[in-house]
């Protein structure tokens, strides 16, 4: 199971922001989508992830004053970024390793997609349901 498989259940479209998007901007954005992270476009090109742990932490040492600050002040950079391609439970892996929750998807430079940990497990349940309900119907010969 790939990355794609959960894009292509989930859908391809990502939310993002550009570098000079501002902090106060990118809060809105994540409160009215109900998500945790953006990934920060500049030339087209994934540069970073701003999180909301990123703003929480740069609300509490720099105070109120940060949300009129650019994104690029206050993201994760570099980003880390997976292939379509890449198996479930390495992307997985990948994210416990480096203490991530979101990983954008690339194909080449493009972002084809954005998925968080729980996309991942969300779709690892399902697969381990559905094989267990297998196992079950087998076992009982139907």
Known sequence: MTINAILGSKGGDVFSVECDTLVHDVVARLATHRIGALPVIKDGKVVGIVSERDIVYRLASDGAAMLEWTVDKVMTTPAITIEGGLNVLVALSMMTKRRV??????????????????????????????????????????
Do not use: N, T
């Open 101 to 142: 929750r979101h990983l954008p998807v690339l194909e080449g430079d493009a972002i084809v997609g954005f998925v968080s940990i729980g996309d991942l497990v969300k779709y690892r349940i399902e697969k381990i349901e559905q094989e267990a309900e297998a196992m079950r119907s087998y076992i009982s010969g139907g």
